[in-house]
C-alpha cells in the first residue's frame, strides 16, 4: 500500500513538472528587472526591427530575435517573436523549441517547412506568401527557401518569452561530443563524424 501511494505521488509530480514545462504564471502585471529604475512606455517597445526596414537583404539565413534576452518586458508575458530571412538557397536546420510552439506566418517569397513527432512520422508542407504553419512544441523542424534567385521572410512567434533553440548539427557535432560515439551513434566511421565537425566549425 504504502508503494502504491509513492507511486501514486511520483505519477502527480512528474505530471505538475510536464504542465510547468513551459513560461510559469506571474502574481503581477509584469515584471520589471532589478537594474531598471524608471518604467514608462519605452520599456514595454522593442525597437530592434527598425534595423531590417529598408536593409538590404542577408547574404545569409539570418533570425532576428524579440525575446526575453532582446526585450526584458517579454519576462513572464509568455510570447516571443523572431523575423527569418532566407535569401535564395538557404536553410533553418533541423532544430528544436523545447519551450514552445512555433506559429509561422511567410510574408515573403516560398518556404518548404516540415517537422517530425514522436513516432517518426514526417509532416511537409510548401509555403506560398500568406500562408501560416504551426511547429508542435519540442519537436524537430526545419524550414528551406527552394527558390534560386529570391529571398523569402517570415515571421515567427512563440508562446515563451524564452523559446530556446537546441540546433542538431550545432547540439550533435560542436560541443564535443566523442568521435566514437557519434560513429557509432550514425552507423558510420569516425573519419566521417570527424569531417561533418570540421564543416560545421566556425570560420577563422
Keep these: 500500500m504504502a508503494s502504491q501511494k509513492l507511486f501514486s505521488l511520483l505519477f502527480s509530480l512528474a505530471i505538475i513538472q510536464m504542465a510547468l514545462a513551459s513560461d510559469p504564471d506571474i502574481t503581477s502585471d509584469f515584471i520589471v528587472p532589478s537594474n531598471v529604475t524608471q518604467v514608462d512606455g519605452n520599456f514595454f517597445t522593442f525597437t530592434g526591427m527598425r534595423a531590417l526596414v529598408g536593409a538590404p537583404p542577408p547574404e545569409t539565413f539570418k533570425v532576428t ?5 532582446e526585450f526584458p518586458a517579454l519576462n513572464g508575458q509568455s510570447v516571443s517573436y523572431a523575423v527569418l530571412q532566407f535569401p535564395a538557397g ?3 536546420p533541423p532544430h528544436t523549441h523545447p519551450r514552445s510552439a512555433e506559429l509561422l506566418l511567410l510574408v515573403q517569397g516560398s518556404l518548404n517547412v ?4 514522436t513516432t517518426n512520422k514526417l509532416f511537409v508542407q510548401t509555403l506560398q506568401t500568406g500562408d501560416l504553419f ?8 526545419f524550414q528551406y527557401n527552394p527558390d534560386e534567385k529570391a529571398i523569402a521572410t517570415a515571421i515567427s512567434a512563440f508562446g515563451s518569452a524564452n523559446a530556446g533553440t537546441v540546433s542538431l548539427p550545432n547540439t550533435l557535432f560542436t560541443t564535443g561530443i566523442d568521435d566514437t560515439i557519434l560513429a557509432k551513434a550514425f552507423k558510420t566511421d569516425v573519419a566521417t563524424i570527424q569531417a561533418l565537425k570540421a564543416g560545421l566549425a566556425p570560420k577563422p
Design 114 to 117: 516540415g517537422f517530425v513527432d
Design 65 to 69: 530575435k524579440a525575446s526575453m534576452a
Design 134 to 141: 504551426v511547429f508542435p512544441k519540442g519537436l524537430v523542424h
Design 90 to 92: 538557404t536553410t533553418n
